[in-house]
């Protein structure tokens, strides 16, 4: 009788064992994607979904022309099977431990796409030299330098292109699982096309209206939709505006009827307090960055409706 009883004891424990080794084999078996930033990362959960493993680089609410890489960063970068980076000017910060990668393969970079389309950062052309603050400089037979935009990924036609650079990156690292990805990136694309349809149509409403930035961070987002090109009340994200700059604004805003600020996570209350203060105007912090938002498959979908609601209600005239 002991020895039945024992028998099956023994049985049990066999058993909760081979399922809770069968339960861990698929996530042996899913590669491990490494994102810069939580836009690039909810691309990947749009197209990986639940056949990836998924981390992020840089935290939200840090930026990644300053982030500073802690041993944490370098495990994960080690670990992982395939690194996805906007490019290396964008997260500047992260060179010297990219560039100890052995296998320098596995980081893509997805302004590399040349179907890519990019914008001027604000300011133009510029002598300058440095790399900064999310632009990169070309030079051109004139001499002149003209930056460029890398804030990319607030263009949904531009993340579409990402999200094929995406699928095809995961399909030539597991090919067994191709169908899949590319079934998810074309959901991906309708549900983006769709979503950003509905948001044309919704703001055509405010896209003669005025408006300021403090930076200039989502201007691809703007011209996609057709909204007006703002007064910029900084050029650069980083670089702090004097009292005259901003006095100089306010006198802007009233001669222009201007009844709309946005700003976002990195300006200061105060700074925004100063140049609307005793004006009837409202502001609204953009993040592109998508900090606020939960992040799984639907986060970039969500970002974009977030968008529509924020500068709708900053744009409309009561």
């Known amino acids: 009788m002991r020895r039945i009883v024992l028998y099956f004891v023994v049985l049990g424990i066999l058993s909760v064992f081979i399922s809770r080794v069968a339960s861990a084999e698929p996530y042996k078996t899913k590669i491990k994607v490494l994102s810069s930033i939580k836009p690039v990362q909810s691309i990947v959960l749009a197209i990986g979904g639940e056949h990836v493993v998924s981390d992020q680089l840089i935290p939200d609410y840090a ?100 999200a094929k650079v995406i699928a095809e990156s995961l399909s030539q690292l597991e090919p067994n699982k191709k169908a899949l990805y590319e079934k998810n990136l074309q959901a991906f694309i309708n549900a983006v096309n769709q979503k950003s349809e509905e948001i044309k149509q919704d703001l055509k409403s405010v896209n003669k209206t005025p408006y300021f930035v403090f930076h200039n961070s989502w201007q691809y987002f703007g011209e996609f939709f057709g909204l007006q090109k703002p007064e910029v009340l900084n050029l650069h994200e980083g670089i702090t505006a004097g009292v005259k700059k901003i006095m100089e604004s306010r006198q802007e805003i009233i001669k222009n009827d201007v009844h709309c600020v946005f700003s976002d996570p990195s300006v200061s209350n105060a700074k925004v307090n100063t140049l609307t203060k005793d004006l009837n105007i409202k502001t609204i912090k953009i993040d592109i960055l998508q900090s606020r938002l939960t992040l799984d498959s639907a986060t970039y979908l969500n970002w974009l409706e977030s968008m529509r609601t924020d500068i709708k209600a900053c744009l409309r005239r009561e």
């Open 63 to 162: 930026s990644p022309h300053t982030y500073a890489f802690k041993p944490s960063d370098i495990r994960k970068i080690k670990k992982a099977d395939i690194i996805f980076r906007i490019d290396e000017h964008f997260e500047a910060m992260l060179n010297p431990i990219f560039e100890n990668i052995t296998d320098q393969s596995k980081i893509v970079s997805l302004a590399d796409n040349p179907q890519i389309h990019f914008l001027p950062a604000a300011g133009g052309h510029s002598h300058a030299d440095k790399n900064e603050h999310g632009v990169v400089e070309e030079k051109h037979e004139s001499d002149h330098q003209e930056k460029r935009d890398m804030h990319i990924f607030t263009s949904p036609a531009n993340v579409l292109l990402m």
